[in-house]
Structures are given as C-alpha cells and as structure tokens.
C-alpha cells in the first residue's frame, strides 16, 4: 500500500500490521469510559472535522474497553457485550488483560477465528491495586518469562489471520525496578506490530509529569515496528511536542479526551500540519453531551443506566463553561433524558468556548503509592511455582472493565 504524506504533516500515518491509521493517534483504553457509545462519538465528531476545513480524526484507532481474557474465554455476556463493535467501526480493536499464557491465547483465538477484531492490543499498564496485586498489568512485565509468553502465545495465534497484536505497558513498578526497555525489546523479538509506553511508573499512578525521555529512550532502543508515547497529551500542541522531542511514531491519547471527543479532530489537524482547532459553543457542547447519552442508552438497553453513566462526563463536558452550581448539580442526578434535555436548554447555548479554563488536566491524578504486588513477587525476574499459582488464581478473580 503507498502511502501518502501531507506536505506540512508533523507525522506520517501510523502503520500497525496490515492497518493504516491515518490519523497517527490511538484512543487508550479506560475503563467504564471507551465503550461502543464513546468509541461512535470520538469518531463521528471526528468525521465533523473534515466540514470544519481541519483533517478527519475518524481515521483514528479507538480501543475497546480493557477485557479480561477468562472472561472472554468463558463467553460471560457482559464480556460478550464490550467487544461489540458497531458496523461501521475499522479497524474492530480490542484490549486483553491477562496474566497466563494459555488463557490469553485462547483469548486471542476466539476473536480471531470468529472475526471478531481486526486489532489487539495486551495490557501491561494497568496500576490498579487489584490488578497488580495478582501479577497483572504494569507488573506483568517484571517477569521475564511470564510477560514473554503471553505476548509470543498472542502473537501466534493472531498471525495466521493477519491480525496486528500490539503491547501497552508502562515504564516498571517504580524508578527502582524499571522493565520497559527489556519489554521493548522482546515484544519486538516476539513480533508484535507496536509498542505504546506511558511515561509514568505503577506507583505514580497518574500523579506528577509523565517522563517523556522514557519514549524517547524507548524509540532509540525499538527500531524495526513503531513506538507510541502515553501520558499528559492534554491539546494537539502536546502531542506534537511529544512527537519532535521523542520521535515516537504516533501517540497514544486517555484522560485528555474525557468530555472532549472533538480532541481526535485537533489531533489529526495537527499531526497533518494544519492550524484548526475544534473551539465549541456551550451550545455545541451540550448537543454532544446529549448525543453521548443517546448512544448510552442504545449501548446499555436501559435508559436509566445510560444517564446515571452519563454522571460522570458531565464536569468533563461543562469544564471551564459558565454552568452554574445549580445546574450542575441537578446535572449530577439526571435519571432521563426528558430531565437531561430540560436542564440543559436553561443553559446559555451561545457561551462562547472559554478558552484556558477549558483546557489542561482532566480526571484524577492521585497520587504516588507502594505498588502493591504478590509476595516475593520482586525477589526474582522469572516466575517461582508459587508465583505461578498465583497468577492462575488472578485470571479468575480480576473482572474485564
């Protein structure tokens, strides 16, 4: 396939196995966040970018929520229901978590003989305490033999049917027990089509600043499949910073994009060298909040589900915007789309897009904290028998999501 690049683009598309990904921008999986509705909206607001005169951030990669591979394999139908994807959605992505070799494979050949996933992507750096507590996500990697099993069982089993697996993973445990060059490395051995790092550690958390020369350390080390930077790509103008300081291939974007699903349309006007940005009325905003709740209810079959989802978005959406503490704690209950619309048509449709305190951080940081893993999981790099067990009991009692 040629592929061409715009004169002025900062990046060129950003290629992962067979696929090609014109915007070079991958949504990151979160939890309870990136589900079918939100997936629709980032790229129909992103198709909406081509009529603004900017470029389309529909040809972004958007992943599925994080999915535990037991699960999967055991077809639970909450599972069953996360990696739907609508028709029109290319390609179909998914995230698997899991911490033993065989369950992932598995995993793997369930989407992949049953045409259910065009893409798959391993988590390696979740650092939430139930997951790292059982050996799994930014703490997988730890064990060389471990993390390295699973991504060469994943990579044989998808090969075969020209599915691109790729690997997300974070920079180790803390400063003092750093894996991500050594995962870097053989993830590439084992032939996974990307490798995507989050500048933080497990114990950061998302606390403090994102170390970018991690990314960059990472794109000198991995030469031959692309490297995508993670972590404080809160505009287009950081990801573009984050492009010419790490020369990472693409970037990877999570928090930025919470109550902003116009940010993939600014991603790939900047990454193509363009000068547009999305500036929404409260009024445009609002439209998309409601729009957002819609596909809610179509995704959960449950109208009152849908909004009490829609909850959480809703400081994500209003940020910076004139809203009122009435309003928006009324907001904060809505229990339907009847109270949705009524609330939101008392709000100043024509207030303008505020400008900086509209942008920045959004979503809980934290703060840094004692990873909490298996015991003597750091007293070597390979996996003990006991260890072993441990894991095995992890694929039963962690829950996709």
Known sequence: MTVTTAPNAVLPPLEIGRHTIESPVVLAP???ITNRAFRKLCREYGEDGLSRGGASGATSLYVSEMITSRALVERTPETMRLIEHDPEEHPR???LYGVDPATVAAAVRLLVTEDRADHIDLNFGCPVPKVTRKGGGAALPWKRDLFEGIVTAAVREAEPYAVPVTVKMRKGIDDDHLTYLE???TAERAGVAAVALHGRTASQAYSGEADWTAIARLKETVRSIPVLGNGDIWSAEDAVRMAEETGCDGV???????GRPWLFTDLAAAFAGSPVRVQPTLGEVTATLRRHAVYLVDFYGDELKACRDIRKHIAWYLKGFPAGSTVRNSLALVDSLESLDELLASMDASAPWP???????RGRAGSPRVVALPDGWLSSRELSADHRRAVAEAELSVSGG
């Not at 990877?252 to 919470?258: A, H, M």
């Not at 400008?355 to 951080?361: C, I, N, V």
């Open 30 to 32: 979160m939890a309870g």
């Open 93 to 95: 992505s998914i995230q």
């Open 183 to 185: 995962a870097g490395l």
């Open 252 to 258: 990877v974007v999570g928090r930025g994009c919470l």
């Open 355 to 361: 400008g900086e305190p509209a942008e920045g951080q």
